[in-house]
């Protein structure tokens, strides 16, 4: 039996970026998603109240963008996927 192993590559700055403590994820605008989206994404999946996820609404549709949580960068990746996959436009920093 042979067991095949996946070889995964990482750039210098992805390795520096991962050992930082905390990590924030960052939503930006985009011309695609509404505000109701937006907001029930930011309360289905980030806990945030209706107030709460109205005012990030704002947030990135005045300034571009916006940090919706901050963790460990693999809680930052999960929480990413999950939002990107919302259609979501969001980053890890």
Same mark, same amino acid.
């Given at each position: ?13 992805e ?8 990590? &924030?994820?960052?939503l ?19 806990d945030?109240t209706?107030s709460q996820a109205?005012?990030? *609404? ?5 300034k571009?963008?916006? *940090? ?5 960068f ?5 929480? &990413? ?10 980053t890890v920093?």
């Open positions: 039996m042979t067991t095949e192993t996946k070889e995964e590559s990482f750039t210098l700055e390795i520096l970026s991962s050992l930082k403590t905390s990590h &924030r994820l960052i930006w605008n985009d011309d695609v998603n509404t505000f109701d989206h937006v907001i029930h994404c930011m309360t289905k999946y980030l945030y209706d109205e005012k990030i *609404a704002w947030e990135v549709h005045n571009g963008k916006c *940090a919706v949580l901050k963790g460990s693999t809680e930052m990746e999960i929480y &990413r996927k999950i939002l990107q996959q919302e259609g979501l436009t969001v920093d």
